[in-house]
Structures are given as C-alpha cells and as structure tokens.
C-alpha cells in the first residue's frame, strides 16, 4: 500500500528549462499522479551554470554540480519540494541534507550516433578521415578516439535541440554527434539514431539513462511518496555504478565509463578509464552476490529495510532488501579498489591535468 501523503496535495517541483528536463519532470509527475491522483504540482523551471556557460567545455568549467546546483539551492531554501535530474548529471556526493528518494526505470542506457541529415552514411565507418563528430563527452572522445583514429572529435555545447541544429547546418562543421540514446527517444526522435554503440566499442556513463528525483533527507512525507517510484534492477545498477565513480573520485573532468548488469542473485559491474587521448585504459569486471543475513542491526529474516538515515551513493531505499543495495555498494567500491591498485588512480590524474591545459 502506498503511503497516505494526503496531507500534502500541491507541491513545487524544480526543473531545468530544456524541453528534456521538462519532457522528464511531467513523466515523473505523471507517474506520482498514477499513484496520487489528489495531487497538484507546479513546475518550477530555472537555469543552471551548465546551461548558462556554453562558450567552455563541461569538463572545463571547473564545477561538479553543472547542472543541479542551482535546483538544489532551490530545494535548500524550500522554493521547490523535490527536483527530477538526469541521473548521469548528479555528483556521487550530494550537499548536506539533500537525497536521492526516487530512481525510475533506466531507459537504453547506451550511446548512440547521429548523423548529418544530408549525409549518405550509416555508421561511423562510413565516415570520410577527417570527418568532425560532436560530442561534449571526454568519456565518449577517449574510448572513439581510439577506436577511429581516422576521425576527429571536437566539443559541441547547447541542449540537445540546439546540438542537432548545429549538426544539420549545411555550413557546420560537424558530420555527426554522439548523444545518449535515452534522451534521443524521450523527445520523440529515435528515427534520427544511425547507430547504437554496444559496450565493447563505448561504455556508457555512470547512471545514464536513468531519472533520479531528489529531496531533502529531513521531508518524510515527500520521501515516503517517492519511494513507490523506485525501480529496483536500476537502483542497484545505479548503486554500483556511483559507488565505482566516487571511489575513483570520478566526474565529468575525466572519462570513466561502465556497463551493469543485475543478476539474479548479484550485481554484475564491468567499468574503465581511459587517458584522454584514448591510448592508455584499464578495465574490469566486477560480481557480487546478494547476502541474505546482511541487515543494518544483524538481523537475518526477509524483508529488511534500511533504517532512516541511510543511503547508498546517496540513494536513499528503504523498501528495497538491505542486503541487495549493501552487495550494488561494494560492487563499484570493490571494482574501483581493484582498478586503482592497477593504476587507474594514476590515469585519472593525468587525464585531469591534460584537461586542464588542453
């Protein structure tokens, strides 16, 4: 049964103002209304320095919170009571009082090409040497830097209807974009994908594909409301990945890159980083299993919650088994300890550094 939030019936939910962002907040505000049809939302739309500062590559600006900070000083002051992100923009270590209460289901996580409508070619080995891909991703650069060293890759800002008029402008310099296949089809246009980019040749971000709301920790009712929007194989796969990236001490300065599996009885976490130019990388693959007798107080009968007050890579689940988010945790913390006493540790610091003066 959910729980009875009846008491709040109107709330204020934060946005960006893209047509994505806003494409994302009215889904999970239809998907609470499935389960709270009394309820009445306002979206709150504002502007965020990713937004604001496009003359610089997101890597270069220096911030991690590009495109949350803003919403979350709105949620610190209670302007909005929670805020819809895209999951992949959401730092690993969120501000004080603030959680993640709500991860939905992961649309196709993967990376996907697009390319210049009046061109011939299909995929990116149709491609002329030389042609320019746009993309504003290190991660994305580095793995197909490697891959078609034949082609040049350049940075591109704007949302994602501003990168795609950039592409199609018979004067631009752009033969194709790499973009995330789930914002593609959340704005209506999957027929312009010529490519999809399977793990082994670009694995994708940590948490792409995936919406997360976030609250302040201290808002049971708000919380309580959101946990039924929970999406358990995504919350773990999501766990594991943020786990893997804050113990690498990861962000948009540096290409990391996963694919996650949830297993029947485990987690399944494979994960990289890659020099800038591609040419140097570590890899691995991580399995941990689910332990049934793993409870917060040590106690082994199903089914366990956490206690309030506890979140995994500031996800906050409290109706899913203790257990299963414990093993998603240690899945990315396991595999980022096994990279970095590899050196990735070493890569990473360099790949920051080349950023920097690049």
């Keep these: 049964m959910p729980a009875d939030t009846s008491a709040k019936v109107t709330m204020k939910v934060g946005s960006r103002k893209s047509q994505l962002a806003l494409v994302q907040t009215r889904y999970v505000i239809s998907e609470i209304k499935k389960i709270f049809p009394e309820h009445q939302f306002e979206v709150v739309e504002m502007s965020t320095l990713g937004d604001n500062v496009l003359d610089k590559a997101l890597s270069k600006i220096g911030e991690k919170s590009l495109f949350t900070k803003e919403l979350e000083v709105a949620l610190e002051k209670g302007e909005v009571d929670f805020v819809v992100h895209s999951m992949k923009d959401l730092p690993t270590t969120l501000p004080p009082g603030m959680v993640i209460g ?6 196709d996580p993967r990376d996907a090409v697009i390319i210049k409508s009046s061109s011939t070619s299909k995929c990116l080995d149709d491609l002329p040497n030389g042609s320019v891909i746009g993309t504003s991703s290190l991660r994305r650069a580095a793995q197909l830097k490697f891959a078609y060293p034949n082609l040049e890759f350049q940075d591109v800002r704007g949302n994602l209807n501003t990168r795609i008029r950039k592409l199609d402008d018979p004067t631009g310099p752009y033969s194709a974009l790499i973009l995330a296949v789930a914002g593609v089809a959340r704005l209506g246009w999957s027929d312009r994908i010529s490519q999809y980019l399977e793990g082994d040749l670009c694995m994708h971000a940590v948490g792409q594909g995936a919406l997360a709301v976030e609250c302040r920790d201290e808002d049971m009712e708000t919380l309580a409301m959101l946990a039924n929007l929970h999406h358990r194989d995504t ?10 990236m804050k113990t690498l001490e990861g962000g948009c300065s540096v290409p990391v ?16 980083v890659w020099s800038i130019d591609g040419q140097t ?78």
Excluded: M, Q, W
């Design 281 to 358: 990388s570590l890899k691995a693959k991580k399995i941990v299993n689910f332990v049934n007798d793993d409870d917060l107080d040590g106690e082994p009968s199903p089914p366990k919650r956490c206690k309030s007050k506890v979140n995994f890579a500031a996800v906050f689940a409290e109706l899913l088994p203790h257990s299963e988010l414990i093993a998603a945790e240690k899945c990315g913390r396991y595999l980022a300890t096994e990279l970095i006493g590899r050196g990735a540790d070493k890569i990473l610091k360099e790949a920051k550094e080349a950023n920097e003066v690049k």
């Design 235 to 244: 919350v773990l796969a999501t766990i594991a990945e943020r786990s893997f």
């Design 257 to 272: 890159g996963v694919n996650t599996k949830v297993l029947d009885n485990g987690v399944s976490l494979h994960g990289g």
């Design 102 to 107: 709500a991860v939905l289901e992961r649309e």
